[in-house]
């Protein structure tokens, strides 16, 4: 099994040597980056070769994170106590005449413990704490500053790039290396989230499909949609190495597994399928169901399929255990919990006489987004609402004081004015 490690060479050789020296069964790949904010730029890579990820620590973590969500399992090296402790053993040894000293990305509370244990009380700390915020070069302008201003001995360094910006101008430093242990601890964890990712995907997924048309419905009408839809679901089945049943005649089920029917190729699939029959006047929605057993499965598959059929064409919705998604690969596409459990949430819809799942939406639209203003159009096309349904929700908005009128939008057509409301339900 191929494991790839994101951050910086020293300490992707450091936890290559460890995995090889341990894990037999494991075969490490780095990744090289200079500096951290360049981290997510290689995990692409990784997703191709590797069937997990490992990152050097907190900062090459904390950007690869910030960017994007790895489609593969992952954790990353922490500096734990021991980290700390062979750092300031490190500093005692090379640096005997030490006073001071400045270090970056772990706890205050972890590093006075530590010089405690080490009988080193007497020594003057300066510390700047990891924030996701920081650049690099701000943790490199604070060690050379207190280097500089006499504040400081030696710097001890937790980020691979500062720690060569530093020493490169001639500043004594101790590198922040992760511990053996604290290594062999997150592979084993890693190889934890690897087989759990592995019977995730291997659970039963139940897909069932409804077909509507408005043509006349004679017995051979029925049996040539009937044939026609099966012959072109055909591929699909192959990928996803699906097996289909014939609940009644616009009516049926597909079973398959977690990971195939995940996979975004064989989404483009199914969603390409339903539009070429869609082309032939039929209407197919699309309720896929996930979650721990095949019976779950199948109930979420029944839920999913209810929204799909509010919806006006040919759609796909997917329920994972209380997580709903779709239309997917439709524009108004949105993500949100379908139990409504948020204590916030049901008072609002209480104060506006709303439906819990219509917040819930304009929460995930506001989310997808990144605006809190929109028309009484966007909404009914976002919500797939009719525009008197919208104006009804927008009027509750601004009625309740969930929403202000923020401005005008211009238009050269005849007709009133749309309002463009700033909708603020006040949720956490």
Not at 82 to 97: N, Q, T, V
Not at 245 to 250: E, H, I, R, V
Not at 411 to 419: A, D, F, L, S
Request: aromatic fraction near 8%; hydrophobic fraction near 40%; proline fraction near 3%.
């Amino acid at each position: 099994m191929k494991i790839g490690i994101i951050g910086p060479l020293d300490s992707g050789q450091k936890i290559a040597e460890i995995m090889e020296r341990y894990f037999e069964k494991l075969t490490p790949k780095i990744y090289d980056v200079s500096r951290i904010e360049e981290a997510h730029l290689r995990v692409q890579d990784a997703e191709k070769e590797c069937q997990g990820l490992i990152f050097t620590g907190l900062g090459v973590y904390s950007k690869i994170i910030n960017k994007l969500d790895p489609a593969l399992p992952y954790t990353y090296i922490p500096f734990l106590a021991s980290s700390i402790m062979k750092a300031l053993w490190d500093l005692r040894k090379k640096y005997p005449e030490c006073t001071s000293f400045s270090i970056d990305i772990v706890r205050a509370s972890e590093v006075k413990d530590a010089l405690e244990e080490l009988d080193l009380q007497d020594m003057e700390m300066y510390l700047m704490e990891y924030n996701h915020l920081y650049p690099e070069q701000k943790y490199v302008d604070f060690h050379v500053e207190h280097q500089e201003r006499k504040k400081v001995d030696v710097s001890i360094i937790g980020l691979g790039w500062v720690y060569e910006q530093v020493t490169q101008q001639g500043y004594p430093a101790i590198r922040l290396y992760s511990t053996k242990s604290a290594i062999k601890n997150t592979i084993h964890e890693l190889l934890h989230k690897i087989k759990e990712a592995e019977v995730k995907e291997s659970t039963i997924a139940v897909q069932i499909l409804r077909i509507s048309s408005q043509q006349d419905m004679s017995q051979y009408k029925i049996l040539e949609i009937s044939s026609m839809v099966q012959n072109s679901l055909v591929g699909y089945l192959k990928e996803i190495q699906g097996s289909i049943f014939s609940l009644q005649w616009d009516e049926y089920i597909i079973f398959s597994n977690r990971g195939a029917v995940e996979d975004t190729q064989n989404l483009f699939k199914l969603k390409n399928t339903l539009d070429y029959v869609e082309k032939k006047n039929i209407i197919t929605y699309v309720g896929t169901g996930l979650g721990p057993t095949a019976y779950e499965s199948e109930i979420n598959a029944r839920k999913a399929l209810e929204l799909a059929l509010k919806e006006k064409e040919s759609c796909i919705f997917k329920i994972d255990e209380a997580k709903v998604e779709g239309p997917l690969l439709l524009e108004r596409e949105l993500h949100y919990d379908f139990i409504i459990d948020h204590a916030e949430i049901e008072k609002m819809a209480e104060l506006t006489e709303l439906n819990p799942l219509y917040i819930k939406k304009i929460e995930a639209l506001k989310k997808k987004h990144s605006q809190d203003t929109f028309t009484s159009e966007e909404l009914a096309k976002h919500l797939n609402v009719s525009m008197r349904t919208a104006s009804r929700i927008m009027k509750k908005i601004i009625d309740n004081e969930c929403g202000e009128v923020v401005g005008i939008e211009s238009t050269n057509i005849v007709g009133r004015p749309k309002q463009i409301v700033r909708i603020d339900f006040g949720l956490n």
